[in-house]
């Protein structure tokens, strides 16, 4: 007997992208304008993927997973001053700049499971990376290297966000489950910048409940 269909509610839609699964690459051609350095490039790369699966014999014992990342490579050459020109040739004296190379990355999975038609799992976990180096450079000599790493992950189990009952809380209204699926769905969606993944997850009426 062929398995029966499975079709996502207006929850699974809420947690998901909702866009079809792709792998998409960006990429310039790299260029070196630094003769006295052969080595340093300008260069920009990017990648972005998505992946989703659902399984589960019925509709009443269902899973799906989707996952999205991304990673942005890049470095280019920079004067010191803002307001200066850049003419890199083998003479010292256009030494005189800031070599700066990019690794940034960032990834989301969702993963929802029901078992005999009640949510057993809703978990939600991103993680995102920004790492700069920056090589500052005076008369061809090196006067500086400097990184600045920042990542930071978060893992959050949202049956209780989206079943507040399980904690002894009131059901949520219509409006007010309205209002946090539309707020969870823009969540699940790719943080590229660290420092939002320490954002509240919903609105503070929703987070403490009445």
């Known amino acids: 007997m062929a398995q029966q269909a499975i079709a996502l509610n207006q929850q699974d839609h809420a947690l998901t992208t909702g866009?079809?699964?792709?792998?998409?690459?960006?990429?310039?051609?790299?260029?070196f304008p630094n003769p006295a350095r052969s080595t340093e490039k300008d260069s920009f790369a990017y990648e972005l993927a998505q992946k989703t699966s659902i399984s589960g014999g019925s509709q009443l014992n269902r899973s799906i997973s989707q996952e999205q990342s991304s990673h942005l490579k890049a470095s280019y050459h920079a004067p010191i001053k803002a307001d200066a020109i850049l003419a890199l040739d083998l003479s010292?004296?256009?030494?005189?700049?800031?070599?700066?190379?990019?690794?940034?990355?960032?990834?989301?999975?969702t993963?929802?499971?029901?078992?005999?038609?009640?949510?057993?799992?809703?978990?939600?976990?991103?993680?995102?990376?920004?790492?700069?180096?920056t090589l500052r450079y005076?008369?061809?000599?090196?006067?500086?290297?400097?990184?600045?790493?920042?990542?930071?992950?978060?893992?959050?189990?949202?049956?209780?966000?989206l079943e507040p009952?399980?904690?002894?809380?009131?059901?949520?209204?219509?409006?007010?489950q309205a209002q946090m699926l539309a707020t969870l769905h823009q969540q699940i969606?790719?943080?590229?910048?660290?420092?939002?993944?320490?954002?509240?997850?919903?609105?503070?009426?929703l987070r403490t409940g009445r």
Do not use: C
């Not at 866009?19 to 260029?31: G, I, K, V």
């Not at 290297?145 to 959050?156: C, F, M, N």
């Not at 969606?189 to 919903?202: C, E, F, G, I, V």
């Open 92 to 109: 010292p004296n256009s030494q005189n700049y800031n070599y700066v190379t990019i690794d940034d990355a960032a990834s989301s999975a």
């Open 111 to 133: 993963e929802i499971a029901y078992n005999k038609g009640a949510l057993a799992k809703a978990t939600l976990d991103m993680q995102a990376s920004q790492s700069t180096r």
């Open 189 to 205: 969606l790719l943080q590229q910048n660290p420092d939002a993944l320490s954002a509240s997850p919903l609105p503070e009426r």
């Open 165 to 176: 009952e399980r904690t002894g809380r009131d059901p949520l209204s219509a409006s007010e």
């Open 19 to 31: 866009l079809a699964d792709f792998n998409a690459s960006f990429a310039q051609t790299e260029e």
């Open 138 to 161: 005076s008369l061809s000599k090196l006067q500086d290297d400097h990184t600045t790493p920042l990542g930071k992950h978060s893992t959050r189990d949202l049956l209780a966000t």
